[in-house]
């Protein structure tokens, strides 16, 4: 399983910026993608999450500002994610638990004042 994230940049808070993974080797259609994120000296934690079936979850500190969504024909999941601030900064990591549990290697999302 290969997860490919890109996307990441910086942007002035209030901007927005979409993220995006591309999977490999995984039955993508099946499978559950999710969304986390790491900011420096912080745990990983979960940003949003959407099943095979399209039902989705978000952290409480993004609902409203973040959409994850899917594309089961060319394999990808996206995070549109709006109106940013400084707390948003963080490397974010694509990840599927399909057969095991399978991370991307992350793109850095920095949100200036």
């Known amino acids: 399983v290969q997860l490919q994230a890109s996307g990441g940049g910086t942007v002035q808070a209030g901007g927005s910026l979409t993220l995006s993974c591309k999977a490999s080797g995984v039955n993508f259609r099946l499978a559950t993608m999710s969304w986390y994120r790491q900011a420096p000296g912080n745990q990983r934690e979960m940003v949003a999450t959407i099943t095979s079936a399209g039902y989705t979850n978000y952290a409480d500190s993004v609902k409203g500002r973040v959409t994850i969504s899917r594309n089961n024909v060319r394999n990808t999941v996206a995070l549109q994610m709006n109106n940013l601030?400084?707390?948003?900064?963080?490397?974010?990591?694509?990840?599927?638990?399909w057969r095991g549990n399978y991370w991307g290697q992350g793109t850095?999302?920095?949100?200036?004042?």
């Not at 601030?85 to 490397?91: M, Q, W």
């Open 108 to 113: 850095l999302v920095t949100v200036s004042s």
């Open 85 to 97: 601030n400084p707390e948003d900064t963080a490397v974010y990591y694509c990840n599927t638990p």
